[in-house]
């Protein structure tokens, strides 16, 4: 004799199962707060006044598909700066991104963006100096 496999009572124990573990889990939140980890970004062997940032922003792609292309490039006292860790801020989305530079000072990011009108906004790249950081932020 073989025993029916019964979609509905399988269901309904998974639901009581995990209906406990949800709340459990959401109850010891810290007042609904959600803590999300700092990016962080390696410090470069150079004073923020000897470093040159230059960040540009095009939008490629069509309707519904576009992409935000971010290329940065860093330099210290004129020679490019090879592994430096930059920190990309798109204005839509929570968390920072982290790009490094190659032997030339180039870092290149992408993000899609699924919009209709070409879409608009702004990045924020940041660079870690060895006593401040300096950010630069460009609208497109």
């Known amino acids: 004799m073989k025993t029916k496999f019964r979609l ?7 639901i009581l199962f995990l209906a406990p573990l949800m709340f459990v889990a959401c109850s010891t ?3 609904g707060e959600v ?3 700092e990016l962080v970004i390696t410090v470069i062997d150079c004073p923020v006044k000897d470093i040159v940032m230059t960040a540009e922003v095009k939008v490629t792609g069509s309707t ?4 935000v292309n971010v290329t940065v490039n860093i330099t210290c006292m004129g020679e490019p700066v090879n592994g ?3 920190m990309v801020k798109y204005g839509w989305i929570t968390l920072p991104t982290k790009i490094k530079t190659d032997e030339e000072g180039n870092a290149k990011g992408k993000r ?17 100096g060895e006593d401040d950081s300096k950010t630069e932020t460009i609208e497109f």
């Open 84 to 86: 430096a860790e930059i």
């Open 8 to 14: 509905n009572v399988m269901k309904n124990l998974f």
């Open 64 to 67: 519904g598909r576009w992409f």
């Open 29 to 31: 939140d810290d007042e």
């Open 35 to 37: 803590v999300v980890p």
């Open 112 to 128: 899609r963006v699924t919009s209709h009108p070409k879409p608009t906004g702004k990045v924020t790249v940041t660079i870690e």
